[in-house]
Each structure stands twice: as structure tokens, then as C-alpha cells.
């Protein structure tokens, strides 16, 4: 052999992944409470998956239902670059030839190359739920395998229910484990499907499993039911499994299964196992914010690496180490996964927060009264306001400081009544007047209510001056109650989202009487909104 084909064969042993991905977002996932997916969901979280580097893709249980069918039909026209699409279901019915078995047939009609099934290794599900003999759920599991072997298709088996089996009946959970691996099966599949297990014992199983088995795939599966999902996964790992399965953003039955998401650079940035291919590892925010958004789920605040929380600094001491050293509250670069640091402004913050946040606004060095403008912003906050999650009223804040910053317009007056009548029943109608570069504009117009009809009558007054202002759109409103001891005398915070294609900005407005609260929020919104406008 010559020297270089032997470097060429030595670097592709090299980058061979040693531990493979095993997403089950669209089977799984799809059974956590309020999640939904039609099969073109499930063909666009396909696309974003493969894109990633996931190298296996569970579609679904063909059969089961018609959107699964429709998606195994059309997955077979996506030109996939890195997963293997995966069938998944069960092994074959007691007294039931596999070639005639009805979900047997369905796994192999479904086209996929890799087909997954699970079978019973606790002897409490083979005799209550199952309700065969110990002996004959082995033969299940040993034929079922066999024959789909004997299909030319790659076999997973999921062990479910393992570690409960195991500490029931250790010997038979064996058993199961070995009738997979007499069939044939490519990798067993380690199930903590009730997640009742802790680290240590998924540990120490999965090594016996490893001993016993040594020229075996072992994979892990994990719920959180107990909190522990991602420290089983990771102590699986660290005793030999080399197949990982789990859903985007933790997505799962009950609590969720272990979430790649923050599986992933936990395995790659903190291990140094390369699960990803190379630079891919910068798209991970992005694509588990997509699937949440496919998925019709709110945006993973709070998930570690990539939720926009991640990475975010309230406590003015914290962000004044984070300037002098991005290290001292931060556990990894966020750029490594797609994500950034953010600095939020509250009565928490310290001058430190307020530099951070001119910083980012190239602001810089421009503003002296930082001391007032803080004191400003601690007083709105006992006063009702929250600026943590409406930055561009920070923003705002800091912007009407600057000497040269000319508000794009001044409210003077604005009227709203709300009326009911016989035929047309409750609506709302409101009149503003705002002054737009030396002009006064006084508009009317009703709405389903109060807010609507002030968001529409503002747009009306701005729109002569500002056309790119009716692209805006109003894309939540939020009303929150602080003192509600007060009873109707209580002070109402809203919180407003704008957008503007794909831009997104945040305002809060806070005050007992709800309407001044909307009209601060609402106001503030229009006019980052036209800030935007005019530094593009």
C-alpha cells in the first residue's frame, strides 16, 4: 500500500464518528402534550435535521396514522446529505408468522433503510400487558429481528423499560437483549422509558451490557421524568453506549426525552466527541429554534446553550466581570452554538449593563448621565415596568439621551371610547393626534378593541411620513397584573411584540389605568419600529 492511500484510510478511520445521533422528534417528540405535526412539518424538520448532521431520522410508526403514511412516501424525493431515515414500531404479534404480520409489513412497505423496533424486557409488561408466556416474547424478539434482517435493512432494538426489567429480572432483560443480538440486530437500545433511573445505575448496567456484549452497538434512551435524562445519556456514554437517541429541544411523553439540543455540545464541547460534521455546530440554535416554531411551541427560552436565556446577564456584578473577561459567567463562547451574550436592563443592572448596551448599540461613549438614566430605569420598575424582556424600550431610553435625537413624532392628544349598541354590539374607536415633522395629524378609527383601534388610528397619523409603518404588524400583546390586591386600582403591565419581516422588538408600558400602559407600550413600539427604518 502506498504511503499516501494508508495517510488517506488512517484520516477517514479518523473522522469516523463514534457516536452516532438518533433523533425522534417526529415519532416521539410529536407525543408531548400540545405538539402537532402535520407531515409537512415533519418533512421541514427533516430537511433542518439532515442539514445539522443527525445521523438517523425516526419518521414515525407507518400505519398508525395517514400523516405518517403520506410522510414515508414523500421523504423518499428529499435528496438527504447525512441521516438515515427510520421506521419505527413494535415485533411482530404472539403466534404470528413476521412475514404475515400486519406491523411488520407496514415497517418494510414504509421504503426507509433503517428500521427500529422495540420489545419487552420487563417481565411485569410481557405478562400484564403483552400477556405471553416469558418464553414466547423472546421468540418475538429473535424473529422479528431475523426477518427484517433477512430484508436487507439495518435493525435497531429498543430495549424497552430495560433498567426497570433489569432490576426485576436481571437474567431475563439479558435474555431479551440476547435475542435481539441472535437475530441479528444492528445496535440494542438501552431504554429508561418510565425515566425513573439515576446516573449511577444507568452507569453500571450499561457496562454489564457492554461486558456481555462486547462487538455490540449499545445505545441509550432516556425520559426526564426524573430530571436525570441528560446525566443518564452522558453516563451511558462514559460506559461504552456509542448510539444516542433523543428529541430536539427535549420534546417527549410526559417530561420529555433527554434534549439534543444541549446533548450535542455537551458531547462535542465538553467530551471532545465530534457528533456534528465539522462547522455545523454554529447552526444549532437556529435549527432547534426552528423546530420549535414548526412545531407551533414557544421558543426555548431557558435551554441551556441555545435558549436566548442562555447567555443572557441581569446582575450588574456579573456583567461587570463579563466586560473585562466574557469567561467569568459564561461557560462556553455562545458563537460555538449559534447563540450570544445579551445584557438585560433592570433594577438589577449596574452601570456596567448600561456601557454593555450602548455598546451594542454603537453608542458608546456618547451619553454622560448614566448614573441618572439608571436611576430612571429603577424607579420605572418599582413603578410597574419590566425592561428584561422589552430591550427596545431600553433602547429608547438611551437613544432620547443623545443630544441629536429627534423623536420621529409627539403624541398630543388621543381619545378612546368604547361602545355597545343593539345591532353591532361592543367595539372600540379611537382619535389621535401626533405631531410628524411640523405637522399635525388627527386620525380616527374603530377596532375589535380599545388597543386595536389606537394601533390603527397611530398607523394612520404615521403613515404619510413613515409608508414602511404599515408592514409593521402587532404580533402579541401581553397584559400582566402586579398588585392585583389592589383590585381594579392595580397596576397593569404590557408588554408589546412588533415585527417587521423577519425583525422582532419588544416594548413595556405599566399603569393602573390599562389603556395609558397599551398607549406607552404601543407608541414606544412605533417608534423603535421607525428608528429601525431610518438606520437602514
Known amino acids: 500500500m502506498k504511503k499516501s492511500e494508508k495517510k488517506s484510510k488512517d484520516e477517514s478511520k479518523e473522522n469516523e464518528k463514534t457516536v452516532k445521533l438518533y433523533d ?19 418533512l421541514k424538520i427533516t430537511k433542518l435535521l439532515d442539514e445539522l448532521g443527525i445521523d438517523y431520522i425516526e419518521g414515525g410508526w407507518p400505519g398508525s396514522n395517514p400523516k405518517d ?47 427500529t423496533i422495540f420489545g419487552k424486557t420487563w417481565t411485569l409488561h410481557v405478562k400484564d400487558a403483552l400477556r405471553v408466556t416469558l418464553d414466547a416474547n423472546l421468540k418475538m424478539i429473535e424473529k422479528s ?34 435475542a435481539a443480538a441472535n437475530g441479528g440486530a444492528d445496535a440494542l437500545v438501552l431504554c429508561d422509558t418510565n425515566g425513573g433511573s439515576l446516573p449511577h445505575e444507568v452507569k453500571n448496567l450499561t457496562e454489564k451490557v457492554k461486558l456481555k456484549f462486547p462487538d455490540m452497538v449499545i445505545g441509550i434512551h432516556t425520559h426526564n421524568d426524573s430530571g436525570t435524562a441528560m446525566g443518564n445519556t452522558l ?12 428529541t430536539t429541544n427535549g420534546y417527549g411523553e410526559r417530561c420529555g426525552n433527554v434534549d439534543l439540543s444541549a446533548l450535542i455540545p455537551n ?34 427560552y431557558r435551554s441551556p446553550y441555545i435558549g436566548r436565556s442562555a447567555f443572557a446577564h441581569k446582575g450588574g456584578i456579573h456583567v461587570s466581570a463579563m466586560r473585562r473577561n466574557p469567561l467569568s459567567y459564561q461557560h462556553i463562547d455562545p458563537k460555538l452554538v449559534g447563540n450570544e451574550s445579551r445584557v438585560l436592563i433592570s433594577e438589577l443592572a449596574g452601570k456596567s449593563n448600561l456601557h454593555s448596551k450602548l455598546e451594542e448599540m454603537g453608542m458608546s461613549g456618547k451619553i454622560d448621565n448614566l448614573k441618572e438614566i439608571l436611576d430612571k430605569i429603577k424607579n420605572l420598575e418599582h413603578n410597574g415596568f419590566s425592561f428584561e424582556g422589552a430591550e427596545a424600550s431600553v433602547e429608547l431610553l438611551l437613544l432620547r439621551c443623545k443630544k441629536d435625537y429627534s423623536p420621529p413624532f409627539k403624541m398630543l392628544d388621543f381619545t378612546v371610547v368604547v ?50 409603518i404599515e408592514k409593521f404588524h402587532l404580533a402579541d400583546y401581553k397584559v400582566h397584573i402586579i398588585n392585583s390586591n389592589k383590585g381594579t386600582g392595580a397596576i397593569t403591565r ?38 429601525l427604518e431610518e438606520q437602514n
Open 235 to 246: 453516563a451511558a456514554v462514559g460506559a461504552g453506549a456509542t448510539h444516542v437517541q433523543g
Open 24 to 42: 425522534a422528534t417526529l415519532r416521539e417528540g410529536a407525543q408531548a402534550e400540545g405538539v402537532s405535526l402535520s407531515s409537512t412539518d415533519k
Open 419 to 468: 361602545e355597545h349598541r343593539e345591532k353591532r354590539g361592543i367595539f372600540a374607536e379611537a382619535t389621535v393626534k401626533v405631531l410628524v415633522g411640523g405637522k399635525v395629524f388627527h386620525m380616527a378609527a374603530e377596532g375589535d378593541g380599545p388597543v386595536d383601534a389606537l394601533y390603527i388610528a397611530l398607523s394612520k397619523a404615521l403613515r404619510e411620513g413613515h409608508p414602511l
Open 145 to 178: 429481528v431475523k426477518y427484517l434482517k433477512s430484508k436487507e435493512r439495518e435493525v435497531i432494538f429498543d430495549a424497552e423499560h430495560f433498567f426497570d426489567g433489569y432490576k426485576a429480572n436481571s437474567e431475563y432483560a439479558m435474555k431479551a437483549l440476547s
Open 267 to 300: 458531547l462535542q464541547l465538553k467530551l471532545g466527541i465530534d457528533v456534528l460534521p465539522p462547522d455545523n455546530l454554529i447552526h444549532l440554535t437556529r435549527v432547534a429554534n426552528a423546530v420549535a416554531y414548526i412545531a407551533n411551541q414557544p421558543p426555548p
Open 494 to 531: 404590557v408588554m408589546i411584540d412588533m415585527q417587521l419581516n423577519n425583525k422582532y422588538w419588544s416594548t413595556v408600558g405599566a399603569s393602573t389605568n390599562i389603556i395609558e400602559a397599551s398607549w406607552t407600550a404601543l407608541s414606544d413600539a412605533m417608534e423603535y419600529g421607525i428608528h
Open 69 to 115: 403514511v403520506e410522510y414515508f412516501k414523500k421523504v423518499k424525493d428529499l435528496k438527504l446529505e447525512n441521516a438515515r431515515i427510520a421506521a419505527f414500531g413494535s415485533t411482530c404479534h404472539k403466534d404470528t408468522d413476521p412475514a404475515k404480520d400486519n406491523n411488520i409489513k407496514a415497517l418494510l412497505d414504509s421504503g426507509t433503510p433503517v428500521v
